[in-house]
């Protein structure tokens, strides 16, 4: 199953420009394949931790974004996914 990073104190995920297959930039969720590479992409970002989430879920997680990097993501202790405007725009 695919890791995110979890922000502890915000429930924020980290969210950034990835590329899909066909090497097409999209805004979605930051994901690794391992929680040791996950852990890694932590250890740089105090606060956040590595989060185990399934395929199903990830994929919401990148719906919820809309490709749109003035959304923010956030995954509630309950489940909730939650999107808020970014203060920037």
Do not use: C, H, Q
């Amino acid at each position: 199953m695919p890791y995110v990073l979890w922000n502890r104190e915000t429930g924020e995920v980290a969210a950034a420009v990835l590329r899909n297959v066909y090497d097409l930039p999209y805004y979605g969720a930051e994901w690794w394949e391992t929680e040791e590479e996950a852990a890694a992409a932590a250890a740089s970002r105090p606060g956040w931790a590595p989060l185990e989430v399934d395929g199903a879920r990830l994929k919401m997680f990148n719906v919820r974004l809309n490709n749109d990097s003035g959304r923010r993501l956030f995954l509630d202790g309950d489940g909730t996914i939650r999107i808020k405007r970014s203060s920037a725009e």
